[in-house]
């Protein structure tokens, strides 16, 4: 399979979209300037791309234009954009412009640094535009976060994202995966992060949203995505925003009945919290990244297999890069100060406090737990127990190395590490290794390991390689 070629400027991408006559449209721009039209007057012979830009700052003014909206910095206000721009080109262009135009329109709405207070640089970008002359029109739209701390900086990345996307639509739009990894041309991940991105259209009707976000985080555009229980793609901030938050930690493959009954046994606990209302608490299933990928590929129906299925039992599922936990809960301590749960197995508990998952860390095991616990951050062990053992492995007698029993003990004495009590002690034996093993040779004992449903699924639907062997 070709390569893309990623050695071409912003400027260059300008210049190349400048210099094609037959591709042609509007650049509308609210929050931070107007910086990819610039790119484009920069570069010179703009007049061959750009019919209008436009910058509607004052809220009235842009009702006016587009339309009343709740939020103006919002998937909505974006929507109404493309629709009002595009429509307009069309409309005003169509029977002057050679008959094999493509038009497009370009828009964004974000709210960049301010000189008042340090708010959420975030925004909606997108374009709408015709892959072939005439043609109804595709578009990608994307949720970005602005990360650098200076209003200048945060323009100047928006005007180098919108250029990658509008040169990625056009000249890559038959691999999309291209056009996801070109959003990062010319930007480091330490000053734009890109955590949703969507594809609808004709030219798209095979782009399976889900696999794209996921190569957000294959390409450093984001370290996160999530999909809510409809399988759809969300905005982390929307979502998480000032919710408690319990997390457990799995392969999920496949969600079995020791998997919620871990979380039951968990939410039962993190509802003694004082700051926690059991109405709020939003429940996420993480996968990490490392559990997906096999040697350099990820195999997309397995991914998609334990989404679905963590969906069908009301999960909001997480993807991540982050390995160690003290990072996920700094990622989710961007946008929650309520208290956060983290579900596991005393397995692996026996690994969180095993020293060597720390090097390369100054402060070891300590500066580790110093940044998973500075806070109402909770850990609660689900114990364990060995298929034909009697006895329990629990946070009680879990074996650590004997220099580390006192700090174990330290978080157990504050209330950090919590012990959950089984709701079913007849799930504690449940091996996912060997669930995977027995679905894979076909209907059998596996099946009362898993929910009902998840059964179900697997089997009319062939998930996680059942009966492949």
């Given at each position: 399979m070709?390569?893309r070629?990623?050695s ?14 037959f ?9 931070a ?6 790119r ?9 791309t ?12 842009s ?21 009002k721009?595009?429509s ?10 050679p008959?094999?135009t ?18 959420e ?6 374009i709408?535009?015709?892959l072939?002359?005439?043609a ?33 639509a056009?000249?890559?739009?038959d ?42 985080i294959?390409?450093?555009?984001t ?25 457990i ?7 079995t009945?020791?998997n919620l ?41 397995d ?11 009301g999960?909001?599922?997480m ?6 936990f003290?990072?996920?809960?700094a ?16 397995r ?36 364990s ?6 006895d ?24 950090k ?12 034996e449940i091996?996912s290794?060997e669930t995977l ?22 089997i ?9 062997e």
């Amino acid at each position: 399979m070709r390569k893309r070629d990623n050695s071409l400027s912003t400027d260059q991408k300008a210049l190349a979209l400048n210099l094609d006559k037959f591709k042609y449209g509007s650049i509308v721009e609210i929050g931070a300037g107007q910086e990819v039209a610039r790119r484009f007057f920069h570069v010179g012979a703009a007049a061959g791309t750009v019919a209008k830009t436009m910058s509607a700052y004052d809220m009235a003014v842009s009702d006016d234009i587009y339309g009343h909206v709740d939020r103006y910095v919002s998937r909505a206000r974006l929507m109404q954009m493309l629709d009002k721009e595009f429509s307009q080109v069309v409309d005003r262009l169509a029977h002057v412009r050679p008959k094999n135009t493509t038009f497009f329109a370009y828009a964004a709405t974000v709210t960049a640094r301010s000189f008042k207070q340090k708010n959420e640089c975030h925004g909606w970008i997108g374009i709408r535009l015709q892959l072939h002359p005439g043609a109804a029109p595709s578009d990608v739209i994307l949720h970005v976060r602005m990360l650098d701390n200076d209003n200048a900086l945060q323009s100047e990345a928006l005007g180098i994202l919108g250029v990658n996307l509008i040169y990625g639509a056009f000249f890559h739009h038959d691999q999309p995966e291209w056009v996801v990894e070109g959003l990062g041309d010319g930007l480091s991940p330490e000053r734009i992060e890109v955590d949703l991105i969507h594809f609808s259209g004709p030219y798209f009707e095979e782009v399976e949203n889900r696999l794209m976000n996921l190569h957000l985080i294959r390409s450093w555009l984001t370290r996160a995505v999530i999909f809510n229980p409809d399988g759809n793609v969300v905005v982390p901030g929307e979502l998480l925003y000032r919710k408690p938050m319990l997390v457990i930690r799995g392969s999920f493959k496949p969600v079995t009945c020791v998997n919620l009954d871990m979380m039951l046994g968990g939410q039962k606990q993190f509802s003694q919290v004082s700051a926690v209302d059991e109405r709020e608490v939003l429940s996420l299933a993480e996968i990490t990244m490392n559990s997906l990928v096999s040697g350099d590929n990820i195999d997309g129906a397995d991914f998609l297999a334990r989404i679905d299925l963590l969906a069908s039992q009301g999960y909001t599922v997480m993807i991540s890069d982050y390995v160690r936990f003290f990072r996920l809960r700094a990622y989710l301590r961007r946008y929650t100060q309520k208290p956060i749960g983290i579900v596991m197995s005393v397995r692996d508990l026996e690994a969180l406090f095993d020293e060597k998952y720390y090097e390369g860390l100054e402060g070891g095991i300590l500066e580790a737990f110093g940044k998973l616990f500075p806070d109402n951050t909770h850990v609660y062990v689900y114990p364990s127990r060995r298929h034909g053992e009697a006895d329990m492995t629990t946070l009680d007698n879990v074996p650590v190395p004997g220099h580390l029993r006192h700090l174990l003990a330290h978080l157990r004495e504050n209330g950090k590490l919590v012990a959950i009590e089984p709701q079913d002690v007849s799930h504690l034996e449940i091996d996912s290794a060997e669930t995977l093993a027995g679905l894979r040779r076909g209907p059998g004992d596996w099946e009362k390991d898993v929910p009902e449903g998840v059964a179900r699924r697997i089997i009319e639907d062939r998930l996680l390689g059942f009966d492949s062997e």
